[in-house]
């Protein structure tokens, strides 16, 4: 029987993913550097240090990691006002968490985002106190796929893994959540991305049947 939901952030409650990306091409054109559309599927889900190799690869960067992360953040947060929800998912932590079902958030973006992120959704959300807690990039040695985010949200909520249910939308994401021996929900935005197996590979929250979760 599962008895906490753990929910990814970026592309997963919050519609956020072509925000991020738009910040990245944003501070990149600013500083003479050009990201292609075609980057986004590659660099969905990753940690900003990924993010900067990638790219750091693909043409030297004029920024140092630091100073890339600093200024993407600094452009994310000054426009997460106007980053909208995913449609039905906080209408879904609050209809769990009138079932008293414990929830909490775990993110690969950095702490300043990850705050951000969460402010908004308590100012959006039915029930603002649904999501215990909001874990982040900076709360960990290893960040996703590895399964130490997971891990450390179960710890600290006090459930088992194998008692907690995982909600992501991109491919590193979900191998975070089987790596962590959690169900895992892959509910993707984009057709293209392909997934290691999960548990369920949905296009709609509704497509689950919930209470069968919780028996």
């Not at 952030?9 to 991020?20: A, K, M, Q, R, V």
């Not at 599927?41 to 993010?51: C, I, K, P, Q, Y």
């Not at 985010?149 to 191998?175: F, K, M, N, Q, T």
Request: proline content about 7%.
């Amino acid at each position: 029987m599962i008895e906490a939901v753990l929910w990814d952030i970026d592309g997963t409650l919050l519609d956020s993913e072509p925000f991020h990306f738009k910040s990245i091409v944003a501070v990149c054109e600013a500083h003479g550097q050009t990201v292609p559309k075609s980057d986004y599927d590659r660099l969905l889900g990753r940690s900003m240090a990924e993010v900067y190799a990638m790219l750091n690869a693909a043409q030297p960067m004029p920024l140092d990691l630091p100073q890339l992360a600093a200024a993407c953040s600094d452009y994310y947060v000054a426009n997460v006002a106007d980053v909208p929800a995913r449609a039905g998912a906080l209408e879904k932590v609050a209809e769990l968490a009138e079932r008293g079902i414990l929830q909490a958030c775990v993110s690969n973006s950095g702490r300043r985002v990850v705050e951000a992120n969460f402010s908004a959704i308590a100012d959006t959300i039915a029930m603002p106190d649904a999501l215990r807690f909001a874990l982040s990039r900076d709360d960990v040695a290893h960040g996703k796929p590895h399964p130490e985010p997971y891990l450390r949200a179960a710890e600290r909520l006090g459930v088992a893994p194998s008692a907690c249910l995982v909600v992501e939308d991109s491919p590193i994401g979900a191998r975070s959540g089987k790596a962590a021996g959690m169900v895992t929900i892959a509910w993707p935005q984009h057709a293209t991305l392909e997934f290691d197996p999960v548990d369920h590979l949905i296009a709609d929250l509704h497509d689950l049947d919930w209470p069968a979760f919780f028996r």
